[in-house]
């Protein structure tokens, strides 16, 4: 069955430090990846996108991997802050042609003083 | 201005009744979303909506009826509500039914009695 993995526990980190998130997959072959950032009683909000014909992308701080044949993308946050804690979400293409996004169910990340 | 907005942000019923959840964009995007959340915080898709036609319908009961009177809004409506339907709605919205950022409203936290 497809599935989509994502750390259930929090991540806790001291601020400076590089966040690493994984998001695994099974029984998909999704044409991009996307990351959101979705905060205690708000809307998730979009960060990242990345195809499966690139390796990485970077936006300021963030950058994200997508390795199709691990099955698997990872999300970084280096010089983290405490303004970074929030809950990440990963969201593949879920196939049919037009864009379903397929949600994991999320890590959230702890960033402390 | 708010980009995608949602009425009402809170909606407290009892089972059996029906109800109506808003949702307008400001974007000028041509294709709209209606996800659940449910209390694991799992975020599925429901319904997409591009230029007024659905193009996505998940295995949602039938007693959700999504209307998209045009490509600026896109209302959710439930008949006999059920204690199982109590989760945050969500609409999106994205520019097409491509590869494309979504941009989610705040969210309705319907609670079924």
């Known amino acids: 069955s497809q599935k989509i993995e994502q750390n259930s526990e929090a991540l806790n980190i001291q601020e400076g430090k590089t966040a690493t998130l994984t998001c695994n997959y099974t029984?998909?072959?999704?044409?991009?990846l996307q990351w959101y950032r979705q905060d205690p009683g708000r809307g998730p909000v979009f960060l990242l996108l990345?195809?499966?014909?690139?390796k990485e992308k970077r936006k300021e701080r963030l950058k994200v991997t997508f390795d199709t044949t691990l099955k698997q993308s990872l999300f970084h946050i280096t010089a983290s802050q405490p303004a970074d804690s929030a809950t990440y979400l990963c969201a593949l293409e879920g196939g049919t042609g037009f864009q379903k996004l397929v949600f994991g169910t999320g890590t959230r990340l702890l960033v402390s003083p | 201005d708010t980009a995608v907005s949602q009425t009402p942000k809170y909606l407290v019923t009892q089972m059996g009744n029906d109800k109506s959840i808003k949702c307008e964009q400001n974007?000028?995007?041509?294709?709209m979303y209606w996800y659940k959340q449910d209390s694991k915080k799992f975020l599925k898709i429901m319904f997409s909506?591009?230029?007024?036609?659905?193009?996505i319908n998940e295995t949602v009961p039938n007693r959700f009826s999504p209307k998209s009177p045009d490509k600026a809004h896109l209302n959710l409506h439930i008949n006999s509500l059920e204690l199982g339907d109590s989760a945050v709605y969500f609409c999106?919205?994205?520019?097409?039914?491509?590869?494309?950022?979504?941009?989610f409203g705040p969210g309705t936290r319907l609670t079924v009695t």
């Open positions: 909506y591009n230029n007024k036609e659905l193009i």
């Open positions: 974007l000028g995007h041509d294709t």
């Open positions: 999106a919205s994205s520019q097409d039914n491509r590869a494309n950022e979504q941009y």
């Open positions: 990345i195809r499966e014909n690139e």
């Open positions: 029984n998909y072959s999704p044409a991009y």
